[in-house]
């Protein structure tokens, strides 16, 4: 059976995809099967993980909830979106490193998206607004604790860098 | 659409409910009708006695809204309960409460503040009371046909008017096991002029109590008469069992939660 194919129009990264999707097709399977950005993760498919959170728009929101249609006309930034320009690490990703933050790196790029669109609206947030910032996110290898540390490390940083 | 397909169309809002049940398979809609690009199913209005807010409005938006939570602050009170940063962003306030889960936070204040849902259909547009809306667990009087348009929640007049809401999860953000809403106002002299509390968890729909609620009123809200009404609701409930929680626990923890959410709610009056 043929399945109806729509065209999408959708900003990823910063660059426009077009695609032509059908609809049931959700968007983490696009990003990572069709667009190859594989860094988004696969957890549990139905919302509770965290693993495939994405930037909606700059708001962050998980991307198995989501169909790829319903993503149209609208901007999504991955974890891979996140890095510099050059392809080295962002001042939070560089501080996940720093403090341990990951051990199997499976939640990593759901964790990245969480707490970058923390502190791109909150850029000294407290360990409080931390922990609900990735309230959403499952690690079952840190315990959080390093997470929260690279967190306010990456705040530190990036104060010291706009100075 | 929906007069078309009937049943086995289903309105898809912000996905946060749906699209996990399609996920595990629990619902399987022939048609999906989405509705997050209708820009007029999104507003916030504050008007003098009501706010009205659109069914496809973000549970996000709502949050934020500073206009609302100084009229109706139960709502952003029960919103902060409401699973995640990720969810509420995408998370609608009419998607929340035509899937009317009895132990979900926005179906529990709809049913405490007695919010009127505007329901349309190609046919016409007609008005429920919370009341009538919830029928059951994850039912609503809704008809195949009709989309939840618009909800209309009372804004209490009140200069000196408290509302809480507080629940028990296993873990913050999940569905609880028992929650509570409760909203008070009071004169002067701090005595009760209109009550109204509820439980969520404890029943097939979120549960409120007109009734006992208005046997506080002429009360100065004292622990002991707090105390009363909340185990009279309580000995009203018929909550089930589950691996998380007995219905004898249940029951428990809504007379619990009902007396803290309506002392809560009684201090923050107090403090006006």
Redesign the interface.
């Known amino acids: 059976m043929s399945e109806t194919l729509h065209a999408v129009s959708v900003e990823v990264n910063g660059r426009p995809r077009s695609a032509r999707v059908p609809?049931r097709l959700s968007l983490v399977d696009w990003l990572r099967e069709d667009l190859f950005l594989t860094g988004t993760h696969v957890g549990c498919?139905?919302?509770?993980c965290?693993a495939c959170?994405v930037m909606?728009d700059g708001?962050?929101?998980?991307a198995?909830?989501?169909?790829v249609?319903?993503a149209h006309g609208h901007r999504v930034t991955t974890v891979e979106g996140l890095a510099k320009p050059d392809g080295s690490m962002s001042v939070l990703q560089d501080s996940f490193c720093e403090t341990h933050g990951l051990q199997c790196g499976y939640c990593t790029p759901g964790m990245l998206i969480?707490t970058q669109?923390l502190l791109n609206s909150n850029p000294d947030p407290t360990e409080a607004q931390i922990r609900?910032?990735i309230?959403?996110n499952l690690c079952r290898c840190t315990g959080y604790q390093q997470i929260v540390e690279a967190v306010q490390l990456a705040a530190e940083r990036m104060a010291k860098e706009a100075k | 659409m929906l007069a078309t397909h009937g049943e086995s169309a289903k309105l898809l809002a912000g996905g946060q409910s749906l699209v996990p049940m399609m996920a595990m398979r629990l619902v399987r809609p022939g048609w999906l009708v989405d509705i997050n690009e209708i820009a007029v199913l999104k507003f916030v209005a504050v008007e003098k006695d009501v706010a009205r807010t659109g069914a496809c409005t973000r549970q996000c938006v709502v949050e934020r809204d500073e206009a609302l939570a100084a009229r109706v602050p139960l709502l952003r009170q029960a919103l902060k309960w409401v699973g995640h940063i990720q969810t509420r962003n995408r998370g609608t306030v009419g998607g929340s409460l035509a899937h009317a889960d009895p132990c979900a936070e926005l179906p529990l204040v709809a049913q405490v503040l007695g919010a009127r849902m505007l329901l349309r259909s190609a046919k016409g547009a007609r008005t429920l009371e919370a009341e009538k809306f919830f029928s059951g667990p994850m039912a609503t009087s809704a008809r195949p046909d009709e989309c939840l348009e618009e909800i209309h929640w009372p804004a209490w007049s009140w200069r000196r008017t408290g509302s809480a809401f507080t629940e028990i999860s296993v873990r913050h953000g999940d569905f609880a096991m028992v929650s509570a809403a409760a909203q008070v106002a009071i004169d002067g002299d701090g005595r009760c002029v209109r009550a109204a509390f509820g439980v969520g968890g404890a029943g097939g729909t979120p549960l409120a109590f007109p009734k006992i609620a208005a046997r506080l009123v002429g009360t100065r809200l004292d622990d002991a008469a707090v105390s009363d009404a909340a185990h009279a609701a309580a000995a009203e409930t018929q909550p089930g069992s589950d691996l998380h929680a007995s219905a004898e626990y249940r029951r428990h923890l809504a007379g619990v939660l009902a007396a803290r959410a309506l002392r809560e709610a009684r201090e923050r009056a107090r403090s006006l």
């Open positions: 609809a498919e139905h919302g509770i965290g959170s909606l708001q962050p929101v998980r198995c909830l989501m169909y249609v319903q969480a669109a609900d910032a309230g959403g």
